[in-house]
């Protein structure tokens, strides 16, 4: 438990999002909080810029950072890097987190009745971008994940790629936000699967791969 608290408060001098990306979290909440108070219709579109920005706080580049020696004080102190990893995770997508439980709690208070922000939908949409992309980009540059992400919104909305419906909802969970998934349970089932697997084989990677520093240029 020690050694657990030791990464935390590492990751709070390091912390690994952004304090750009912290205020623009904050600034977000607050005026999603707004809406969701003021709006005609109780929908969970105030949540769409923060899971938009969710899966660029979740592309960490782990292997990126550990070679440029980042994570060295905590190695040479014998920490395992799959804990290394899990913390780092943990405290990138908390931020995201809790801008979605604030909605919620607003929504909650000033509206009552069914919660779009705690609908299965939305729930399975930020467990998407919470996990898939810390493990696509867990080898590549910060943001790579993210940003791979949005080439593919892209790509679907000028046309190039027409999706099966399942697979749509999954690649681009904005859409499930809100939504009950009543009688979709295989996009319930895929979404989960595919956050539980890259999840699985990303810290699989993290703890067998051999992640050598960088030379000094």
């Known amino acids: 438990m020690r050694d657990l608290l030791y990464v935390v408060r590492y990751f709070q001098v390091v912390p690994p999002v952004p304090r750009l990306m912290m205020l623009s979290f904050a ?13 005609d219709t109780a929908t969970a579109a105030a949540g769409i810029p923060i899971l938009a920005l969710q899966a660029f706080a979740a592309s960490t580049g782990f292997a990126v950072l550990a070679r440029r020696g980042y994570f ?10 799959m804990r ?13 987190a809790c801008c979605w439980a604030l909605l919620a709690v607003i929504h909650a208070a000033g509206r009552g009745g069914a919660n779009p922000f705690l609908q299965p939908g939305t729930i399975v949409s930020f467990l998407m971008v919470s996990t898939i992309p810390w493990a696509a980009n867990v080898a590549l540059p910060r943001f790579s994940g993210a940003i791979g992400w ?20 999954v690649i681009f969970p904005i859409a499930l936000l809100g939504a009950s998934l009543h009688g979709r349970g295989a996009v319930l089932t895929l979404a989960v699967a595919l956050s539980l697997a890259s999840m ?10 051999d992640i050598r520093l960088e030379a000094a240029q």
């Open 27 to 39: 600034v977000l909440t607050v005026v999603g909080g707004a809406l969701t108070t003021f709006a």
């Open 72 to 81: 060295d004080l905590l190695v040479v102190r014998g920490e395992p890097r």
């Open 84 to 96: 290394i990893a899990i913390v780092q995770w943990v405290l990138a997508i908390i931020p995201g």
């Open 150 to 169: 949005l080439l593919l919104v892209c790509l679907a909305d000028s046309g190039g790629v027409v999706w099966p419906d399942s697979v749509h909802e």
């Open 200 to 209: 699985t084989i990303a810290l699989t990677w993290v703890h067998r791969a």
